[in-house]
């Protein structure tokens, strides 16, 4: 069986009327900027691209949510905006590095589509050799609009056209859906191209491997308390079963990790920041995980409601996050919405 690359792949689905010419050259833009990231993340220490950014007055650099930004947070940005400049697919790129959307320079054609992207999830775990990654979002630039601005980003999450991210991990990954399954690629690095190494991807819908950061227990509102403390009763809880945690702390690997062998991946609202309703943002994050999960199985929801159904109303509008083994994710939001029932009643 001769191996599958990206290019015949999206080939593939374009011919059967999944993905049009314009969107398949777009995810191949994507695909060709992530590979150069990872040469970029794959040079550690020997790059002069580890640690903070530099501000133009001096000190750190921060970005728009007011975290520090770290050099590679800054160079996988421009990799892919300069990347995405100039093939004519896109109307406009937003990211969690700029405060609003960027439009296509003048100097080059516009297309239909918009780009939304983290491009370094898991920031934190680059100084320590660990993994992180890319994740993108895919939109359609509404009708009509010839200079997309940020409103016309927020779509709910069920519009998007595509979504994937890219783990730089001990394998360079690219994981995929344009709405037809979802599709893992490894890098093959001597060729230099994707190959299809998982097609349809499955989360098993019941698991008893969870991923939380336990530190802010103390900050959860009662029902995540109530899940998570019933989780950690084990066998001799109410759920009568022991369940493992596992934490990478960059959400593109946990998703990985759910994606590969299932699991539920958690990151709630709480009390430690009242200004934020959850840590994950919505269009960069969330909205394109809940679509790899959802075509791979699996669900997405924010405790209450499904993810994809939130209509946003910023561009950097957070998110609580409960995804993956679909049974799992029910039973977490049963609790929430339970909860919310007997608040009322
Ligand atoms: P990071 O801040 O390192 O970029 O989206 C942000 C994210 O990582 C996720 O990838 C990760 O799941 C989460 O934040 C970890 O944050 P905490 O260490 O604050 O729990």
Redesign the pocket.
């Known amino acids: 069986m001769p191996s599958i690359s990206l290019t015949r792949h999206l080939i593939e689905e374009q011919r059967s009327g999944h993905v049009t010419p314009d969107l398949r050259l777009l995810l191949e833009v994507v695909a060709r900027a992530c590979k150069r990231i990872s040469v970029a993340v794959g040079k550690g220490a020997l790059g002069d691209v580890l640690g903070e950014a530099a501000a133009a007055g001096g000190g750190d650099s921060i970005n728009v949510q007011g975290?520090a930004q770290k050099k590679l947070d800054v160079i996988s940005n421009e990799i892919l905006l300069e990347a995405n400049a100039w093939g004519g697919h896109l109307a406009a790129c937003a990211s969690e590095e700029m405060e609003h959307c960027q439009q296509i320079p003048d100097a080059f054609p516009r297309g239909n589509y918009l780009l939304v992207f983290?491009p370094l999830?898991?920031?934190?775990?680059i100084d320590i050799n660990a993994s992180v990654g890319t994740i993108f979002s895919v939109l359609r630039c509404p009708e009509g609009v010839s200079a997309a601005q940020d409103h016309d980003f927020l779509q709910a999450g069920s519009t998007q056209v595509a979504a994937g991210y890219c783990l730089y991990g001990p394998s360079t990954m690219l994981v995929l859906t344009i709405g037809h399954g979802t599709h893992a690629f490894t890098l093959d690095r001597e060729q230099g191209s994707f190959v299809l190494t998982t097609g349809h991807m499955r989360i098993p819908a019941q698991t008893r491997e969870f991923a939380i950061?336990m530190s802010?227990q103390r900050h959860w509102e009662a029902p995540t308390q109530a899940y998570v403390g019933d989780l950690l009763a084990g066998q001799d809880g109410p759920r009568g079963q022991d369940f493992n945690m596992r934490w990478v702390?960059?959400?593109?690997g946990?998703v990985h990790r759910i994606l590969t062998r299932g699991g539920i991946f958690i990151?709630p609202w709480d009390r430690k920041d009242p200004a934020k309703p959850g840590?994950?943002?919505l269009m960069y994050?969330a909205n394109p995980m809940a679509m790899l999960v959802e075509q791979a199985g699996g669900a997405a929801t924010n405790g209450r409601t499904r993810i994809l159904d939130i209509a946003p109303t910023s561009l950097h509008q957070r998110v609580p996050v409960f995804l993956g083994s679909k049974d799992e994710v029910e039973t977490a939001t049963r609790y929430h919405l339970q909860h919310d029932a007997s608040a009322a009643a």
């Open positions: 975290e983290d999830d898991g920031s934190s775990n950061n802010n702390a960059a959400m593109v946990d990151y840590k994950l943002r994050e």
